[in-house]
């Protein structure tokens, strides 16, 4: 009789899902990204580089994840020059005005994602996430007039709201630190006239506490 206790308690207990440890963790990464740019004007431009990540978030144990990041993206650097017709009213005449423009587009981004892990064994496991981005852009730029010796700086902000898309696999190093490497899609929104989108390719370690 206690034979067939101690088995069914064995059974019951071997029946119920183990789940791995859950935690706070923290993620550290580098990522490859490139930002394209598409405006209503039919002109398309796209530049890559290299962007730090950091990410905190809660590891529930049952396979879901959730994580609060930051990314620092490098600033675009740009360059114009032209004329334009400026009237002087008390001359009543029109002249041409010669112009320079060097300036920089920066950006960062917020964001709050949803991961889930399957558990395709006990060292590697891919997963799959939804990304929701608060996004900001800020344009700087130094306007010189040549002819006439002056100089005007201009500054403005934008803010947005993105959704994105996260894949890749998670490779188990130990119990606490867990190898990244992922692809991320996050688009921006709409700027005025303009659509951003970002590809990105990551890699970094998962630490968790």
Known sequence: MKTRILLTV??????VPVYAESGIYLQPEVAFSRIKIESDKNLEYSKDSFSPRITAGYDFGNNFRIGVDYTHYRPLNFSDSGTFNYRIKKLKTTIKLKY??????????F??????DFPASER????????????RIEVDVKKTFPQVGRTKFF??????????VLAGVGF????????????????????????????EFATGLRIKF
């Open 100 to 109: 320079q423009d060097e300036g920089k587009v920066g950006f960062k981004s």
């Open 111 to 116: 964001g709050i994602s949803t991961i889930y």
């Open 155 to 164: 500054h403005k902000e934008k803010d947005g709201v993105g959704a994105g």
């Open 10 to 15: 064995f059974f019951l207990a071997s029946a």
């Open 124 to 135: 590697v496991k891919p997963y799959l996430g939804v990304r929701v981005g608060f996004n």
């Open 172 to 199: 188990k190093i130990n119990e606490k630190i867990t190898l990244d490497a992922g692809y991320r899609y996050n688009y921006w929104g709409k700027f005025q006239d303009v659509k951003l989108h970002r590809n």
